[in-house]
């Protein structure tokens, strides 16, 4: 059977693809190449339009005889969707409403939704559970959140297999070529930083944690990668039907342990000038979120493969690949 991959050109997505066809599975991108690359899809048929031209996505559903969907198009970015709510429910929620439409038209069976740790909020708890009541905190956690509620809802309503995977904070690269060349996550924006010899920029440090850092859950890309294969495979097999489950690692780590682990793996941590430089926090920023990873390692036996060096270490091969540096 048929995969289509909404944003399939992006980060992550050029990751599911290619994790996808390495299972044996025939995929099909759609992307509007807002931000994604086309170079990273060697060989894979791209589609280029919006999920929000509904009309486009029906006929690739049609043309290509998709039987199943991974939906990883949107927008990410906390900070931005403060800023700019509205279009954040317009490219996130519409967008989702009308991809939704198109495969209940099209008689698509499988659908993996690409949601986010965000939806839990600010969590006082040690290791986030999917039980937890979720309370975004930002405009952007808010839409995946609708997101998941819409997806469940059409799965009712016609017997769509779904899985709503709620990833946590993403870092490095499988390879090189499909290396995260946006400056929006935290990874890139300190290589950018020192490869401008500047100080990286640390958002806050009088959060409720032990460095007074954010404390995150990071999870290598070729591991939410892998998550959505199994994903993918669960539903087509019979074996899961309406599954929600964190893709994390269970492991919480500091801003500023990450920093300083960037600035090992760089070569620049005996640089004065690479001293990371606190600045204000951000908004929508929670000072803890780390998953319990036990759920997906029941229903799909998923388990991550990666610690944090290993991401940063792969991401800088990217970055230094990328940048000629």
């Given at each position: 059977m048929t995969w289509l991959v909404t944003g399939g050109a992006g980060y992550i997505g050029s990751h599911v693809v290619g994790a996808m066809q390495a299972a044996g599975h025939e995929v099909v991108v759609l992307d509007d190449l807002s931000s994604g690359v086309e170079a990273r899809l060697a060989g894979v048929p791209l589609v280029v339009g919006s999920v929000l031209d509904q009309a486009g996505v029906?006929?690739?559903?049609?043309?290509?005889?998709?039987?199943?969907?991974?939906?990883?198009?949107?927008?990410?970015?906390?900070?931005?969707?403060?800023?700019?709510?509205?279009?954040?429910?317009?490219?996130?929620?519409?967008?989702?409403?009308?991809l939704l439409d198109a495969i209940t038209a099209a008689g698509v069976e499988?659908?993996?939704?690409?949601?986010?740790?965000?939806?839990?909020?600010?969590?006082?708890?040690?290791?986030?559970?999917?039980?937890?009541?979720?309370?975004?905190?930002?405009?952007?956690?808010?839409?995946?959140?609708?997101?998941?509620?819409?997806?469940?809802?059409?799965?009712?309503?016609?017997?769509?297999?779904?899985?709503?995977?709620?990833?946590?904070?993403?870092?490095?690269?499988?390879?090189?070529?499909?290396?995260?060349?946006?400056?929006?996550?935290?990874v890139p924006m300190v290589f950018r930083r020192l490869s401008d010899r500047r100080p990286p920029l640390i958002f806050g440090d009088t959060y409720p944690t032990p460095d007074g850092t954010c404390v995150r859950d990071f999870v290598h890309v070729a591991d939410i990668a892998s998550a959505h294969v199994s994903a993918a495979q669960a539903l087509t097999a019979g074996r899961v039907r309406d599954l929600t489950a964190n893709i994390g690692t269970g492991q919480g780590v500091s801003v500023r342990d990450v920093v300083e682990t960037i600035r090992s793996v760089t070569g620049t941590a005996d640089e004065s000038w690479s001293e990371p430089v606190v600045v204000g926090a951000r908004a929508g920023d929670p000072p803890r979120v780390v998953a319990s990873a036990e759920r997906i390692r029941a229903?799909?036996?998923?388990?991550?493969?990666?610690?944090?060096?290993?991401?940063?270490?792969?991401?800088?091969?990217?970055?230094?690949?990328?940048?000629?540096?």
């Open positions: 029906e006929r690739a559903l049609r043309d290509h005889s998709v039987r199943g969907v991974v939906h990883l198009a949107g927008k990410k970015q906390v900070e931005e969707s403060v800023r700019r709510p509205l279009h954040y429910y317009e490219q996130n929620v519409e967008g989702l409403r009308r499988h659908f993996v939704f690409s949601s986010s740790a965000a939806v839990y909020g600010a969590p006082d708890e040690e290791q986030v559970t999917e039980e937890l009541f979720c309370r975004p905190v930002n405009p952007y956690g808010e839409t995946k959140l609708i997101g998941e509620w819409m997806v469940a809802a059409v799965a009712r309503a016609t017997g769509l297999r779904y899985a709503n995977l709620r990833y946590f904070n993403v870092a490095g690269a499988a390879v090189p070529t499909l290396a995260d060349t946006g400056e929006s996550n935290l229903e799909l036996g998923w388990k991550a493969q990666h610690d944090v060096r290993d991401m940063v270490a792969s991401a800088w091969e990217g970055w230094v690949a990328h940048s000629g540096r």
